[in-house]
Structures are given as structure tokens and as C-alpha cells.
């Protein structure tokens, strides 16, 4: 399998230089899909999100009529060294057990990709530790988040016509309620939610966690790659890496639900066009995940009060995407139907 080629980035500096000067869009490309759905046998407009979607497709693979041939789920695994804060309903050991039961085809995101014909890759980071705890130090050094973004990186093939972004790491929703109080404001209450199902004193732990990681981390919280480093994790960071690849091989993504949309709000607030090529596949009911797409400019395919992470949410949408691309590509043409179409009064 060829991999997106980039040189891999070694410090924070090689991440803001990676994400300037991102390639655009093939504006052409999404010109000559928006005339041919005018042509198709149906009134304008009448498919709504299904003709946006397949022109928005057109737009990011370059095509006026875009392929579904090689999509990919991918779910980054890793683990967090804040669930020693009582944040979380189960132990780290969970993570590796769940990464073993996907592989076991055990799981519902592999019952999600057979039905919708997607192929699946689960990336492990360095399961058996985990990140530090970030409530007394950075939860990653420099290096090691270069290095996590750069195997997200590395992780996208270079010939997928679509990347489903997804993760599992217990843990991780309260390091993307962190990087989403540190990049936002708002109190931590706002954007912490139960995760995997914390009670109500797990919940209020959770919350003076990310209150006391906010405080500590203070003087840093103006740099989005510094919050990535001090709050985030090794999924989170490859996640970013995987959205940055992708955008850099003009491949469209779907993001799955809260923590995935954490890598993206990175991205997003380093340079809020490192996400234009991001859909947002699902609404979350974890915390306050309408407030986080409405901050990043992104309208959900799917609201199904899903909140199991794993990219299952948007790999749901992919149903979506497949439809409107067997409508773009397949429908017939008010000329080849030989249906008379609108006449101008």
C-alpha cells in the first residue's frame, strides 16, 4: 500500500509549517458536478444534502464524478494517563481489549464497515503505557506528538477516495473536553460529558481535571499545537495527522463524533482551512458536540444520538455518501431519458 509522501515532521514547528499553504480545492471539478445535477432527471434542488454532498466530493478528489471505490476507516487506540483522576468508568486495560475484539471483527464498527463495504485499519499506539497525566505535566513532549501525527500521517493510503476518521482510548473524551476549554473558553462543565458513562462524582472529577490541567497549562493555551502536546493525546495527534494527510493528497474526510472533532478543532483553530475538506459525519450526544461543529462550520450528515466513538457514527453516514454518489453518477440526464425538462415561461 503507498502511503501519502510528506516529509515526517519532527517538532511543533514542522506541524505549523505542514499546515500552511494547504493545496485548494478543484473548484472546476465541483463547477462541472453542480452542472450535471442540473441536468439529471429531477427538479433542482430535490435531492437537498445529496447533491451538496456529491459536490462537495467532486470538489476534493477532482472529479465531476466522484469515486466511493477505496474509502477507509480509520480508528487510532490510545491511552491516557488522566484516568488516574477517577475520570473514566473502566481502566486503561479496556483500550487493548477493545483493539482485540475489532480485530476479531467483534465489534460494531465491524459490522458497520461490512454492511456499507468499507475497509477498516486500527492503529495501536504504544498501548501498553500511557500518556502522562496531564493534570501535573504535558501529556506528551514535543517530539512524541510530531511523532504521533506523523504515523496518522502515514497512515492514509494514497489512493483512498474517502478516510473516515475515528479513535478508541479510554480516557479521551476528558483530554478533548481539555483541548476544547483551552482552544474555546467556556467553563470545563460545558464541555465535559460522561464518556463511557461516569457517575456523578465521577463526572465532577472529570470536570476539576480539566479545570486543574487548564490551570497549569495556562501560559500555553494560546498555541493549538501546545494544547494538542499539554492536553491531548496519541490518537488525538494522529487523528491530526491523518485529517492533514488526507488534505495534502486531496482526499475528503469524514470525522466521527466529539473526540475525533477534537483533532479537527486543532487543526482548525491553527488554520481554519486545514479542515475544508472535513464533513462531519454524525452529531454526538457526548457533551456539547453541536456547540463544537457549529464552531468549526460543520452541519452533521447524521443525528442518532450515538456516542460510542470507534468512527462508527460517521462510518454510518457513509450509507449517505454512497447514495448520493449512485444518484450523481447514475442517474440519467433529462436528455438521455429523453424527458422534457423545465421550459421558461
Known amino acids: 500500500m503507498t502511503v501519502v509522501s510528506s516529509k515526517s515532521p519532527k517538532s511543533l514547528v514542522d506541524l505549523r509549517s505542514l499546515l500552511k499553504n494547504l493545496p485548494p480545492p478543484a473548484e472546476d471539478s465541483g463547477a462541472a458536478a453542480r452542472a450535471r445535477q442540473a441536468e ?7 435531492l437537498g444534502r445529496l447533491e451538496e454532498i456529491a459536490e462537495f466530493l467532486a470538489r476534493w478528489q477532482g472529479r465531476a464524478i466522484p469515486t466511493l471505490d477505496r474509502p477507509l476507516v480509520l480508528v487510532f487506540a490510545g491511552n491516557h494517563g488522566i484516568v488516574a483522576q477517577g475520570v473514566s468508568a473502566y481502566p486503561p486495560s479496556v483500550t487493548q481489549a477493545m483493539v482485540d475484539n475489532f480485530g476479531a471483527g467483534g465489534a460494531a464498527i465491524n459490522q458497520i464497515c461490512k454492511t456499507f463495504a468499507l475497509n477498516l485499519k486500527v492503529v495501536p499506539l504504544d498501548l501498553d503505557s500511557t500518556t502522562e497525566d496531564f493534570t501535573r505535566a504535558p501529556a506528551m513532549n514535543e517530539a512524541d506528538t510530531a511523532a504521533y501525527f506523523a504515523r496518522g500521517m502515514a497512515s492514509v493510503p494514497a489512493d483512498a477516495d474517502l478516510v473516515i476518521i475515528g ?37 465532577t472529577r472529570k470536570i476539576a ?33 491523518a485529517i492533514a494527510a488526507a488534505r495534502r493528497a486531496s482526499i475528503p474526510v469524514l470525522l466521527d463524533g466529539y473526540v475525533a472533532c477534537a483533532a479537527a478543532a486543532v487543526l482548525h483553530a491553527e488554520n481554519p482551512d486545514a479542515v475544508a475538506h472535513c464533513l462531519a459525519g454524525h452529531q454526538s450526544v457526548e457533551g456539547a458536540h453541536a456547540d463544537i461543529l457549529a464552531r468549526l462550520g460543520k452541519k452533521p450528515l447524521l443525528d442518532l444520538n450515538m456516542r460510542l466513538g470507534e468512527a462508527s457514527g460517521a462510518a454510518v453516514a457513509t450509507g449517505l455518501v454512497r447514495a448520493a454518489l449512485a444518484c450523481h453518477s447514475g442517474m440519467a440526464t433529462f436528455a438521455e431519458a429523453q424527458v422534457a425538462g423545465k421550459t421558461e415561461n
Do not use: Q
Not at 439529471?40 to 430535490?46: D, H, R, V
Not at 483541548?179 to 465521577?202: K, P, S
Open 40 to 46: 439529471l432527471t429531477k427538479p433542482p434542488g430535490s
Open 209 to 241: 481535571a480539566i479545570e486543574a490541567a487548564c490551570a497549569l497549562h495556562f501560559a500555553f493555551l494560546g498555541d493549538p499545537l501546545e494544547v494538542l502536546r499539554r492536553l491531548g493525546g496519541r490518537e488525538i495527534a494522529a487523528m491530526a495527522g
Open 167 to 203: 479513535e478508541m482510548g479510554i480516557g479521551n473524551t476528558t483530554s478533548a473536553a481539555a483541548i476544547y476549554t483551552a482552544l474555546f473558553g467556556a467553563a470545563a462543565a460545558h464541555w465535559a460529558g460522561r464518556g463511557t458513562g461516569v457517575d456523578d462524582a465521577g463526572l
